[in-house]
């Protein structure tokens, strides 16, 4: 069927979701990364904007 439709088709077991820790992991270091990268960006905008308060 992978050849046939050119997609990447797995079947998942139990187990599964242990084998994929790792890779999860790492997927929540990056939305850190993308969230702190938003916070800087909202931080930025706010004082262009004049209206970021020292708390």
């Given at each position: 069927m992978?050849m046939?439709?050119?997609?990447?088709?797995?079947?998942?077991?139990?187990?599964?979701?242990?084998?994929?820790?790792?890779?999860g992991?790492?997927?929540?270091?990056?939305?850190?990364?993308?969230?702190?990268?938003?916070?800087?960006?909202?931080?930025?905008?706010?004082?262009?904007?004049?209206?970021?308060?020292?708390?």
């Open positions: 992978n046939q439709s050119g997609a990447n088709i797995v079947i998942r077991r139990k187990g599964s979701v242990t084998e994929g820790r790792g890779r992991r790492a997927k929540a270091s990056g939305r850190r990364e993308i969230n702190d990268r938003n916070l800087l960006q909202l931080r930025d905008l706010a004082v262009v904007n004049g209206t970021l308060r020292d708390d």
